[in-house]
């Protein structure tokens, strides 16, 4: 491959060549030393420098962005947003995200194109509830042929979510179910949550252990599961 030979002074973009780099690619490609107009200085591809791929460190796409007229969506309305003012963004110097307040009362950060092209139109409330345009009365079944019931407010649901047959376990018990209690389908059906076909297993048991501490183990058992039986 023929090296692009430039010359040490030569200006290009916002890059000034001032010495040949000491760095060669695998593929034996010529490098130059060069110093942005910001100070910036680097090794830079000859290639890239003649063809125009480089032309700064950066500095050249911030300020062609800068010039770029900003759209004015202060205040406009997408979905349930209203865009507040305009923020930085993961870092980004660029003015393009808004911070928006969502009708829910919640605060989020959105870019104007995303907002513009209806890609964003809440803070996620939207997509929660009868409002989504999937809503299936708050039952889906999974993958595995269980049911999942919209419970949003129970404190163990994931993403509003929660197995049908452990919320109808903890109706039969009165109280929520701990993370070692499990609820077995006795027809071996996963969507028959009806209450006669569901009853509670216990997954993990005690390793061995001296005797007092069984017996201690198993009041404690007995206390929580069939206190009928102590009296």
Known sequence: MKKLELQIGEKYNYWTIISLSDFVSKKGERYYK???????????????????GSKSCGCFVKETMSKIKRIDIEGQKFGKLTPIKRVHHNNSKH??????????????????????????????????????HNWKGGRITTKFGYVKKHAPKHPNNIIGYVLEHRLVMEDIIGRYLEPNEEVHHKNGIRDDNSKENLELWVKSQPPGQRVDDMVNFCYNFLKKYKPEILK
């Open 34 to 52: 060069c110093q942005c107009k910001c100070g910036t200085i680097r090794d830079v591809k000859a290639y890239h420098l003649n063809s125009g």
């Open 95 to 132: 003015l393009n995200h808004w911070l928006c307040k969502c009708d829910c009362g919640n605060e989020v950060i959105s870019s104007t194109g995303a907002l513009r092209r209806g890609k964003h139109l809440s803070c996620g409330c939207i997509r929660k509830g009868d409002e989504n």
